[in-house]
């Protein structure tokens, strides 16, 4: 590389007597350290890498007596998810107060999603602090602390019906679409987006169905491959975890087979909540890997989606099951659902992020809660993620550095939080525009109004103020180049 005017010079071949080492490297330690410009790490900051290890859901009472090869069972997993709110609260029995059951049963009973948890997820809960608790915020609701819902919030905040040329197919970008071929999970999350749709009929709402149907399956296919402009198909659900391996090939191979699909992703909170089935259900994971490994030969990625928010959903047995698609070649990016009490401060996140990345999974996504029916507990402002954002930038490679988005409301699609054209803090909303998805068309996020300060708090109280309010943040942002 002897470029003329460089000052570089490449240098003349040391002889190999007057190196100051000799190759290969001998095994000793110099005696003496090369200097330290740093101080000694805490070893705190290390805790990424220290994982839940042993037979941690022995502390369990229901499953003290559950063996090591029992417990990595998925199928035992499966069987032993309580599905039935009488059954979660008996398990519960022993371990946390009669007034803590009182309130999630309460809870339960007000809650949009049905009930499933797996013996994994109960068994990572800190039941001695049960309120406090990230895991269980995001799963078992306690009508204690209910905050009513957000004057502006509708069902399906995305508007992914609006989008459905299919049902169960929303195609909102111009070259990818989200493909939603069941609607079952291995757990339900009380902040689920697709609360619409995803598990049973509860007291609350009765569902858009979205079941395993052949001929519906079919006309989602026949749309992607009339599309020439769609390369990219995300397969969620539900969750493809509950697909039978069947099922995983037929919607890898279809899509595969068509010349414009050149990228795939298979969506699953599994390795979050389950991830014994990597594991041990060899059928299930063989076939994703068949799916991957003949998408590489066509020069094809497939790839999985998974969905970690909080650094202790994350044990030994997850470590195994990520090692075990790593070997395999499979790519594993994570979305993170920013919330409030679980992982809306820089510290957890920046945890999060650390140990995902020290399992080979990629931080990809940090999304500002959806507005979603009986969580507004969970919601948190935007300022929180952008604060969010600022604390973790940095910390790691870029590549192992998450995005914050807003998927804006009525069907924007995702934006950087960072992009708002304007944000009132006061009245807790924010504008975004989305040039590639509706040109011209403007989108409002909206902080949750607990948290907002008094004058705001006022304003929302009056609904004459909250037409007011909107046409404000709309001529604000407008002031601001677009
Ligand atoms: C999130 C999403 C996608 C994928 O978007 P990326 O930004 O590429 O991850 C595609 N379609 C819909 C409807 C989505 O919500
Ligand atoms: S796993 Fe995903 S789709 Fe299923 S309930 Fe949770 S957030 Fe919703």
């Known amino acids: 590389m002897a470029i003329e005017s460089n000052k570089l010079t490449v240098a003349e071949p040391v002889p190999a007597r007057e190196r100051s080492g000799s190759f290969p490297l001998s095994t000793s330690a110099p005696s003496v350290l090369p200097a330290a410009l740093k101080d000694p790490v805490d070893p705190a900051r290390l805790a990424h890498t220290q994982l839940l290890q042993g037979p941690f859901w022995r502390r369990v009472p229901a499953y003290a007596e559950v063996d090591e090869t029992e417990f990595l069972d998925h199928r035992w997993q499966a069987k032993h998810s309580i599905t039935k709110i009488p059954k979660l609260l008996e398990a519960l029995r022993g371990l946390?107060?009669?007034?803590f059951i009182q309130d999630a049963a309460e809870g339960f009973r007000h809650a949009p999603m049905s009930v499933r948890v797996s013996?994994?997820?109960?068994?990572?809960?800190?039941?001695?602090?049960?309120?406090?608790?990230?895991l269980r915020l995001q799963f078992i609701p306690v009508a204690s602390r209910h905050l009513p819902d957000h004057p502006k919030l509708d069902l399906d905040s995305l508007h992914e019906r609006a989008d459905m040329p299919v049902p169960g197919l929303t195609h909102r970008y111009f070259d990818r679409a989200l493909f939603l071929p069941l609607d079952t999970c291995p757990v339900y999350c009380r902040f689920c987006t697709r609360s619409y749709a995803v598990g049973i009929d509860t007291e609350e709402v009765s569902k858009f169905q979205l079941k395993v149907n052949a001929e519906r399956w079919q006309q989602a296919f026949a749309y992607i491959r009339s599309r020439p402009e769609l390369e990219d198909i995300v397969i969620s659900g539900g969750d493809v975890y509950q697909l039978r391996p069947e099922q995983i090939t037929e919607i890898g191979e279809t899509l595969l087979a068509m010349p414009n699909v050149r990228r795939m992703r298979y969506a699953t909170k599994?390795?979050?909540?389950?991830?014994?089935?990597?594991?041990?259900d060899d059928a299930w994971t063989d076939a994703l890997t068949r799916v991957v490994e003949h998408g590489r030969s066509l020069h094809k990625e497939v790839v999985v989606h998974?969905?970690?928010?909080?650094?202790?959903?994350?044990?030994?047995?997850?470590?195994?099951?990520?090692?075990?698609?790593f070997e395999r070649g499979i790519t594993v990016r994570n979305q993170t659902v920013l919330q409030r009490g679980v992982n809306d401060d820089v510290q957890t996140m920046r945890l999060l992020v650390k140990r995902l990345g020290h399992l080979n999974v990629r931080p990809y996504y940090v999304y500002m809660h959806d507005l979603v029916r009986g969580v507004e507990d969970l919601r948190t402002t935007l300022q929180t993620g952008l604060d969010i954002e600022k604390g973790v930038r940095g910390l790691t490679a870029g590549f192992n550095t998450p995005t914050v988005i807003v998927d804006a409301p009525g069907g924007g699609g995702k934006r950087d939080a960072h992009s708002y054209e304007h944000y009132n803090r006061t009245t807790g909303i924010s504008v975004f525009v989305s040039p590639n998805v509706h040109p011209g068309q403007i989108y409002y996020y909206f902080d949750p109004i607990d948290l907002l300060p008094p004058e705001g708090r006022a304003r929302w109280a009056d609904p004459a103020e909250h037409p007011r309010m909107?046409?404000?943040?709309?001529?604000?942002?407008?002031?601001?180049?677009?």
């Open 96 to 99: 946390v107060s009669d007034a």
């Open 119 to 134: 013996p994994y997820l109960l068994s990572l809960i800190d039941w001695t602090r049960p309120y406090e608790d990230p």
């Open 270 to 280: 599994g390795p979050a909540v389950m991830p014994q089935k990597i594991l041990t």
């Open 306 to 325: 998974t969905h970690f928010n909080h650094p202790r959903e994350i044990t030994w047995i997850t470590q195994a099951a990520m090692n075990k698609l």
């Open 470 to 482: 909107i046409e404000e943040a709309r001529i604000a942002s407008l002031a601001h180049p677009h």
